[in-house]
Structures are given as C-alpha cells and as structure tokens.
C-alpha cells in the first residue's frame, strides 16, 4: 500500500522561508513523478512543482520559479521543496502527489506535469501560512 505523507508547513513572516518534505512508503517503480500542488481557500488545486525520479527533470509553475526548489533525496523516496521569498500568496495547503510513467507519460512529463490525472496516490497536506 502506497502512502505519501508530507511535512514542514507552519507560519512564517513575508520574506521567509520554508522546506517542504514528502515522503512515499510502499512506492517501488523507478520511473515515477513527484508533484507539489496548493490549494488555497475558495481557489482550485493548483500545480506548484514537478521533478522526475529517473531524471531529475524539474517544472516549476510561473508564481514560483526563482523561488521555489524541487528536489530529490539521494537513495530514499523523498522529495523536498524549497520556498524562500514566501509572499502571502503562497498561503494554501500544500500536497505532495506521486504518479506512476509510464513511456507515454515520461515523453510528455513537461506538457502532462501540471495535470492531476498524472498522479497516483496524494498526501493528505500541510499548511503553509505566510502573515506578518
């Protein structure tokens, strides 16, 4: 049974920073992407970031890019996400998601990574709360 759990939310001031960790038990299948989503109140679910397990290929949304890292734990099924400059935008709850590639899906990863239905199993989420 796949479980994805993630951690590291809290509040922090505008200009702070954070680090988001996912970890995933039970997942065995090299060829797999790991996304960040948010989703903040009376908003949809939003892709935040991507990176691929077998390449390390990373995708990040508009908002976040120069911001926001995506990485991978050496040896272990971890991934990690870097938020530094948080604005108060950035308040959401955050879930980390993992998907299954297929070679279909591994050749358009860049164009399929912000849709939900690349993904396999989801965490429950951590919140992030950015207020002075």
């Known amino acids: 049974q796949v479980q994805v759990v993630e951690s590291g939310g809290g509040l922090v001031q505008p200009g702070g920073s954070l680090r988001l960790s996912c970890a995933a038990s039970g997942f065995t299948s090299a060829y797999a992407a790991v996304g960040w989503f948010r989703q903040a109140p009376g908003k949809e679910r939003e892709a935040v970031a991507c990176?691929?397990?077998?390449?390390?290929?990373?995708y990040y949304a508009d908002a976040v890019k120069g911001r926001f890292t995506i990485s991978a734990g050496n040896g272990s099924n971890a991934v990690y996400l870097q938020m530094n400059t948080l604005e108060p935008e950035d308040t959401a709850i955050y879930y980390c998601t993992i998907g299954r590639l297929n070679l279909q899906k591994r050749l358009q990863l860049s164009a399929i990574w912000e849709s939900w239905s690349t993904y396999d199993y989801w965490g429950p989420g951590t919140q992030v709360t950015v207020s002075s």
């Open positions: 990176i691929s397990w077998s390449d390390d290929m990373t």
